[in-house]
């Protein structure tokens, strides 16, 4: 058995010694004091993330997917991540999908034995056809958990990219992968616990990460969320709204438009800029890998 004492995710909190004495407020003023590393954390792998970004865009755009793969809480925030992007930015679901060690079943029951196979991950890997466009982010607090190094492995030697997102320093637990993600926020207030700090920083990642990518990848049109997917009245509101604000139309014409665009916010925006029926828009976006500045740009000159 691997001693794990000396990673930095299992040290104790010389902040948190009187834990059980604390009282309800104390306790969440230290909760609330021990996060903000969490802010800090991400300032200092920025360059880090921002060459994830990059690399995840440049993926995506050759037809590639993004593949989240962890265990445990990690595991989980990966398929959180990846679940939420289809009715945010309209994406397929197989563009960004989540792993999680122990399958589907792991989300709600724990299934922390899983984590130990590493041979799992690989074939994770295999069965997904996993290939040289595709972006495999590895997530593991700890940074040793073998399901996620089996994973990275079998990507890697797949032709995939590869990412690591980790909570230890890298002298700790090295790592070969083509972007490593150090968010050292410390020993948790919990000794080992790592759904708090390390959880929210790696939250704080994975929203940078994904959400940055599909706005280089033009689903975002200024801070808009133009490909929103209108599947329930929370959204078709927001999609009415977004059109309202940017065009000045009232809730009945902006309606209207959204319904002649096929209910797809980029669409209609470039309809009403244009005088392009649906068809003729779609060819311009489609001509502009859907990028609705770029077939708005293109189409002013």
């Not at 880090?48 to 050759?62: H, K, V």
Request: net charge negative; hydrophobic share 40%.
């Amino acid at each position: 058995m691997q001693e794990r004492g000396h990673l930095l995710t299992e040290q104790v909190n010389p902040n948190s010694l009187n834990l059980d004495q604390l009282s309800a407020l104390e306790l969440v003023e230290l909760f609330n004091a021990e996060d903000q590393k969490t802010i800090t954390a991400i300032a200092s792998a920025k360059q880090q993330l921002a060459e994830a970004i990059e690399l995840t865009a440049a993926g995506l755009r050759q037809g590639g997917r993004l593949f989240y793969i962890g265990a445990g809480t990690s595991g989980r925030l990966g398929v959180l991540d990846a679940a939420e992007c289809p009715p945010t930015f309209c994406t397929p679901p197989e563009l960004v999908q989540g792993i999680i060690a122990g399958g589907d079943s792991a989300l709600v029951r724990s299934s922390e034995d899983m984590e130990d196979r590493a041979e799992d991950g690989a074939t994770a890997m295999q069965e997904r056809n996993v290939g040289k466009h595709d972006i495999v982010v590895g997530i593991t607090a700890g940074g040793t958990t073998p399901y996620v190094h089996g994973a990275l492995k079998a990507a890697k030697e797949q032709g995939a990219k590869t990412i690591f997102i980790a909570c230890v320093p890298a002298a700790q637990v090295p790592a070969d992968v083509d972007v490593d993600i150090r968010l050292l926020t410390g020993p948790e207030i919990l000794a080992g616990s790592t759904r708090l700090k390390a959880g929210t920083v790696t939250k704080l990642a994975l929203n940078i990460l994904s959400t940055s990518t599909m706005v280089r990848l033009g689903k975002v049109y200024g801070n808009r969320m133009v490909d929103v997917a209108v599947t329930n009245n929370k959204l078709r509101d927001r999609a009415l709204r977004i059109l309202q604000d940017i065009t000045g139309l009232g809730r009945e014409a902006a309606n209207l438009l959204l319904e002649n665009s096929g209910k797809w916010v980029k669409l209609a925006l470039l309809m009403h800029w244009t005088g392009l029926d649906k068809q003729k828009g779609e060819e311009l976006l489609f001509a502009h890998n859907n990028d609705l500045r770029a077939a708005v740009d293109s189409y002013k000159t």
